[in-house]
């Protein structure tokens, strides 16, 4: 009689409910990525101190004649008109390292990781780790508006995928590695690291396991100590001690984060309408950093401020006593020289001018909102503290990034309640105003989507019961093809094979229906029998069938019982399980009142009657 064979090892993952060859949540290779993504990021640390190194020598060169590594801002310069002049011969030379060098060093960096990320198995060329923060800082340190981060995370990002393509590693530890060199290099600047992680998840790695999280929680630890031993440990945005918020403070902040919402979303829209316009012009893209650069130039010539990085004014702005011409100008002068040299495809980043603008515009809310209503009970740094986290929670749809990011930065607790009210009012608003946002819509109009929700595998929870054909057809191995045939007409679902169990109701093998229909007629079923190559338990889940079936082949599994094989209890096709998925899928979209209060209340007054008749 055929039985099933059954290798021990495969019976013991059943038992444990993995599929074969799939991994443990956490391993030893974890840790291995682990002390990997630690060493790399004390390197992207002193990266990160590099390129800020490099930043401020190129802006003294470029804007004051001196050879000096001093943090300084291009806004003293007494260069007059000619201060045109120089933004365009740093987009010249960043347009010149593209054309020669890679194109990929062009945008702001984080949706070029997300592309590498999904498309490429996180495979970044080597060449970006050089080049990327080497053109970032030409183009910063000649007045480009934009921060560090950016060119910082996409530079992280770069070795990490560098590191991660000289080991031997899978497509899923390399893109753990990638996402914790580029989560360190912002750790590492702005000494944000719980911002970093939930950055990751958030942008990233569009995943939450262990064996992705633990490499990048301790990368982005290793970020921020470097970032205390290399750029000291104060608030990077010091700002004035906020108090605790009223219930009617936090009614005007939410419904002010929805406001930046909406302009967080127009700003998003703007950046690739100005991009499409570049599309259009009949010169090389080589050439268009330095047409982006006249506007930097014009604007840096009649507002000096909107040149460089700009976290002076970020910190400026918190402390909420700036003058109405400084809020106004970093509103709309920053934008207008942001955009449209980010629209150009120069090296830069998003955040630092998303915060400086959003930071603007939630302060000038706030004057305006004690201006007609002087007993709101608002405060304007915590204006502008809400107003720049929700700019970047509308327009990179990074929702709890933002929040975090704006708690570590300026080490304000009070803050946390209009941060959320704020935050979460734009980013629900951006949803309803367009489809991506300022990071996936580049990537979006290439064909690549990104996940917009994060849900548990419901085949990892659908068990192989809630999808099994309960009702089988089963045969003796002696019946020869005529009676089966017969009987399978009247009696078979034609969608399930053939179940051959002996008299005492033993599972003995399958027989496909095909099989059946090309056999002489007078062929016993027994020489028909095709032993099971492996089964699976009612208990087990879909995933673990499904996973199964691909390394096998099969068109289906037979179901037996955990303590007795030979015990056949049904049969799982690929169609079931799509059919049970969907129906757990509809279900959960269904809309219902699970409590209907018409019926309870009929029910209270028919309670109600039967008591008062028996007091009666």
Known sequence: MSKIPVAPSLD????EGQQPGQERPVSRRVLFLSIQAVLNAVIIGFIA??????????TNLAFYGEISFHETSPAHNALGISVLAIPIVGGLIVGLM??????????????????????????IKPIITLLKPLSAAISIGTGGPFGAEGPIISTGGAFGSFAGQIMRISPNERKVMLTAGATAGMSAIFGTPVAAVLLAIELLLFEFSPRSIIPVALACATGAAMHLLLFGTAPVFAMPEIQAPTYGALIWYTGMGAVIGVASALISKSIY?????????????MWWPAIGAVAIGVTGYFAPYTLGVGYNNITDLLTGSVSLQLVLGLCFLKFISWSVSLGSGTSGGTLAPLLTIGGAAGLGLGMLVMHFFPQSGINLPTCALIGMAAMFAGAARAL?????????TTMQAHGLLPLLGACTASYFVSFFMMKGSIMTEKIRRRGISTPQAYEPDMLQHLRVADGMAFNFMSALPEENTTQVKARLSTEGDPQLPLVVEDGERRFVGIVSLQQLYQAHDTDNIASLVLPAKTWIYPESSLDTAIQLM????????????????LKIVGILTASQVFAAYRKHRNAGEQYQQAISVKRRRNRLIVSSRKWLGKER
């Open 273 to 285: 309408l100005i991009e499409d316009l570049f599309e259009h012009l009949p010169v090389h893209w």
């Open 98 to 123: 593209a054309r020669l060098g890679s194109p990929a060093i062009r945008g702001h960096g984080i949706p070029e990781a997300m592309e590498q990320v999904l498309t490429n198995e996180s495979r």
């Open 49 to 58: 101190k590099l390129l800020v190194a490099l930043i401020s020598l190129i």
């Open 400 to 408: 709890l990034t933002a929040i975090v990011f704006a708690l570590e």
């Open 12 to 15: 013991d993952l059943l038992n």
């Open 550 to 565: 691909d390394r096998y082949g099969l068109e289906y599994l037979p179901v037996v019982q955990r303590d007795n094989k």
